[in-house]
């Protein structure tokens, strides 16, 4: 059954050089160096994410039946850098990409790469890559520098998606060099299986649920009620406790209950973790009308992407509903015939 991949990533050469001049790694934040040496000798990770990497992105996704990708950018993103620089290659990167989807309209969609460390910026350029780009939402790549999004200087990304009625997709990042030291790194344990539990493995997942809650708490969802929001590998942890945060969380600010945000405000994508056990848990949790299909392309290549939803037991409107009609709906879109 044909399919929109949500979590699906690019890079640009050009801009991964630029970020390499504008960017140190830090002495005590995540080693990514000796992090990715691992992934690679464990799992035979290569990065095909550059823009030019086509033909093997199209192979993949008519292999997988994928009909289309939404993209948004991969590792590095250009949205974490701070100032005019920050704002010149996002506007840059979100130029590029809507030249490529021109060149591919019956196979790829858009997500902005915005500057989020500008926040006013962040709107104008959210605004621009909707209405005059066709794009169709935001995916953040982390959170600004030291700060949340539900910090109240962010409030117009949020209206600005509400209004332009298009979804914002919250990414993992890498996480702060305070937290990473915190609760990740070890003696007895490598830098590259203490960067793994800090990002990918686990970490990075706990952040992002964090952030949602935050977001939850913070009151965006009352503000914004029909705000849109998509998080990925099943839910970032979140589904596993909503009773518990129901129950627990003193929030009489709310006008609901934490638990309904997440039904009710947020999509969940598996970003190609293909498991029977989360599935189930998220279909109980939230219903099939809000999950959405992902591959995680190209850090993840599930070569049963094509095949899992046949896996789990589910209607042919279920499948549906899961591989582009969720989608179609919220992206106002329908798969060119």
Known sequence: ??????????????????????????????????????????????????????????????????????????????????????????????????????????????????????????????????????????????????????????DGIFQTAEALDVPIYLHPAPISDDAYQTYYQSDNYSDATAGSFACYGYGWHIDVGIHTMRLVLSGVFDRYPNLKMIIGHWGEFTPFFYERMDDMIYAPHLNHKPSHYFKNNFYITPSGMLTKPQFDMVKNAVGIDHILYSADYPYVQPENLGSFLDELGLTNDEKRKISYSNAEQLLNFKIPE
């Open 1 to 154: 059954m044909k399919s929109i991949n949500f979590e699906e990533h690019f890079v640009l050469k050009e801009v991964q050089e630029q970020m390499a001049d504008l960017t140190t790694p830090s002495p005590n934040g995540v080693p990514l160096k000796a992090m990715l040496e691992a992934l690679e000798q464990q799992t035979g990770f290569t990065n095909q994410d550059e823009i030019n990497e086509h033909d093997a992105r199209i192979q993949f996704m008519n292999q997988q039946d994928v009909q289309m990708q939404v993209l948004s950018y991969g590792n590095g993103s250009p949205s974490l850098i701070p100032g005019e620089k920050g704002i010149e290659l996002c506007r840059y990167t979100n130029n590029r990409l809507k030249s490529y989807i021109d060149d591919h309209p019956d196979r790829f969609l858009g997500f902005a790469t915005l500057p989020i460390n500008e926040p006013q910026a962040a709107v104008e350029e959210f605004k621009r890559c909707v209405n005059e780009l066709g794009f169709k939402g935001a995916l953040i790549f982390g959170h600004p520098k030291g700060q949340f999004l539900d910090n109240s200087a962010f």
